[in-house]
């Protein structure tokens, strides 16, 4: 059964860069979408952004000047930078594996099947 | 259009049958993944594709789609489906995004 482990640093000071990893255990690195999605306090889900096994990335682009997704195929993980950070930024960051299928012909397909458990970022001064 | 449209808030009685709606224009290319996610939990997909359910999901859950709008149903609401729901899907302009609905409260009653 595939997992995600996540770690990183919880607090932060604005105007610094936030930097989490993602590892995957327990199934194929390739194949699939990794993916950054954030939650703000009380607040809903934001797809910040993807890559895939073989470095292409997909950046939302409300934030895409500030991030960079990377992967470490030899060790299965993959990571995220958020740069300049603001208290805006401030949220439950996780991680998960994304299908796509594109459809030909009919509807495609998207879904994040397996999640991290979360990592809480702070930015304060 | 890259956005989802949810519903901020549905309830339910126990035991009845509920829809939950997300609009938007990529699903007339997508078919909508739906997440539940309780208080301090990580989302859980419950469903993906045309009907799909992960493992271990009731089979009280099914999803729909008709043009712009899907649906996700719980048959026989239990105490243990409260929690918030997302949906999400690709965004269909084509730069490869995903987009997320708001998100809906559902009060089981």
């Known amino acids: 059964q595939v997992q995600l482990q996540q770690w990183g640093a919880g607090l932060l000071k604005p105007s610094e860069t936030l930097s989490l990893t993602c590892a995957v255990y327990?199934?194929?690195?390739?194949?699939?979408?990794w993916s950054w999605i954030r939650q703000p306090p009380g607040k809903g889900l934001e797809w910040i952004g993807e890559?895939?096994?073989?470095?292409?990335?997909n950046y939302n682009p409300s934030l895409k000047s500030r991030v960079t997704i990377s992967v470490d195929t030899s060790k299965n993980q993959f990571s995220l930078k958020l740069s300049s950070v603001t208290a805006a930024d401030t949220a439950v960051y996780y991680c998960a594996r994304g299908n796509v299928d594109y459809g030909s012909g009919s509807l495609g397909y998207y879904y994040m099947d397996v999640w991290g458990k979360g990592t809480t970022v702070t930015v304060s001064s | 259009s890259s956005e989802l449209t949810q519903d901020p808030a549905v309830s339910v009685a126990l035991g009845q049958t509920v829809r939950i709606t997300c609009q938007g224009d990529?699903?007339?290319?997508?078919?909508a993944s739906w997440y539940q996610q309780k208080p301090g939990q990580a989302p859980v997909l419950v469903i993906y594709g045309k009907n799909n359910r992960p493992s271990g999901i009731p089979d009280r859950f099914s999803g729909s789609s008709s043009g712009n709008t899907a649906s996700l149903t719980i048959t026989g609401a239990q105490a243990e489906d409260e929690a918030d729901y997302y949906c999400n899907s690709r965004d269909s302009s084509g730069n490869h995004l995903g987009v997320f609905g708001g998100g809906t409260k559902l009060t089981v009653l």
């Open positions: 890559i895939n096994h073989s470095g292409s990335t």
């Open positions: 327990g199934g194929s690195f390739s194949g699939y979408y």
């Open positions: 990529s699903l007339r290319s997508y078919y």
